[in-house]
């Protein structure tokens, strides 16, 4: 490598052959000689030695290779003079055999500094906040949610976590256009009872509000839709996450009085099992508690709130009960587990009706005799014109109810 001397590098130094002459002798490298793989030093002040002698180079400031970076890095090295001959004196200090700059470390032959620590890494950035999905992407998640919920298969809860791994903030935004347009994904969810469990499951894993009420309709929470149209499977999955057993609906229902008139035992029992439990003396807008909604149930609702405590002798708007409800309507079976939980028999309602006038008038025979068992006073009459249970029977022709 040559450069002149306007750029203020001289030539450089080359190594003397093994041997001398010869390529197999067995000469030795200089002191201030380098392989002729790195560069050679250059100097800057002073004089260069001689290449290939013994005597070292006279004082003066070098440019040395600075190993293993590239053959272009060097630093700037000062050697000091020579020594002054034997015998001659001289008080001053030696001075540092050899001293190197760079502009990233200070090398010295007496002492050196202890290298730099390692800048600290910094932590990765924040990931951007999520954004509101689009009406197209809410009208196609729309789409695979309904299809998940309709016909579930392994391949549509998957299509369904895909999509919902990929933009988490679907499962919270609500749909777009369609039947359920303004519904949020949980609420349509718990809206059809095949498959919802594993897609309800993938929306409460994605971060979907529990309790959030769709834009349109009803306005019912997750947990409202689930009572009346869902299995208890999904029912007890949004009580574990946290859903509101108590909230009331725009009509004043809350889940247990949608579970008690309309879901089966099975989910009545998932809501009666609520942490906090419910309140079993809620009543609807029209004032009827769990108790009076049951009787459009099964017998087995009847018995199960009675177990969670329910007042049986309740008394409801015009001084009916519980019991002229079910005996109006010929539920003999509701009938028999009100009596059997000690329900008063003879309760008399406006108008002198009781619950056995009000089955005999509907011609519940069934009902009449199992009242008439259980005490009720065949003599009560109504009154307005002063009509009995066996007047309405001998009318009916109902010998046997005559004969009682």
Not at 167 to 186: D, E, K, N, Y
């Amino acid at each position: 490598m040559q450069r002149s001397q306007a750029g203020g590098l001289g030539s450089s130094c080359r190594p003397p052959r093994r041997g001398g002459a010869g390529r197999g002798g067995g000469g030795s490298w200089g002191p201030h000689c380098l392989p002729e793989a790195a560069p050679a030093p250059v100097a800057v002040g002073g004089q260069r030695g001689p290449c290939g002698g013994s005597r070292p180079p006279v004082a003066g400031t070098f440019l040395l290779p600075l190993p293993p970076h590239p053959p272009s890095s060097f630093v700037r090295a000062t050697v000091p003079p020579l020594p002054r001959l034997a015998g001659a004196r001289s008080s001053a200090p030696p001075p540092p055999l050899l001293t190197m700059r760079s502009k990233r470390v200070v090398v010295m032959a007496r002492r050196s500094r202890p290298p730099s620590p390692a800048p600290a890494l910094r932590p990765p950035p924040p990931p951007p906040p999520l954004t509101e999905p689009s009406a197209i992407e809410a009208a196609a998640f729309g789409r695979l949610l309904i299809a998940a919920t309709d016909r579930p298969s392994k391949a549509a809860v998957a299509a369904l976590r895909a999509a919902l791994a990929a933009r988490p903030s679907l499962a919270a935004a609500p749909l777009a256009g369609g039947v359920f347009g303004g519904s949020t994904p949980l609420a349509v969810a718990a809206n059809v009872l095949a498959g919802a469990p594993a897609v309800v499951a993938a929306l409460l894993e994605a971060g979907a509000p529990v309790d959030g009420v769709a834009r349109s309709g009803d306005r019912s929470t997750p947990l409202c839709i689930a009572a009346r149209r869902a299995s208890a499977e999904v029912v007890a999955m949004l009580l574990a996450a946290g859903a509101n057993v108590n909230v009331k609906s725009p009509d004043k229902t809350t889940p247990l009085l949608i579970a008690a008139e309309k879901g089966s035992p099975a989910v009545l029992a998932a809501v009666l099992a609520a942490r906090p439990p419910p309140d079993i003396r809620a009543v609807n807008g029209k004032g009827n508690p769990a108790l009076v909604l049951a009787i459009e149930n099964k017998a087995t609702a009847i018995a199960l709130l009675i177990k969670k405590g329910a007042d049986v002798n309740v008394s409801l708007d015009g001084g009916w009960s519980v019991l002229m409800n079910a005996a109006q309507l010929g539920k003999d079976a509701h009938v028999e587990a009100l009596l059997k939980a000690h329900a008063a028999v003879n309760v008399v309602a406006d108008g002198g009706w009781t619950a056995l006038l009000l089955a005999a008038s509907r011609e519940r025979w069934t009902v009449v005799d199992t009242l008439l068992r259980a005490g009720a006073d065949p003599s009560a009459a109504e009154w307005k014109t002063q009509t009995t249970a066996l007047h309405m029977a001998a009318n009916a022709g109902d010998v046997a109810t005559v004969l009682m």
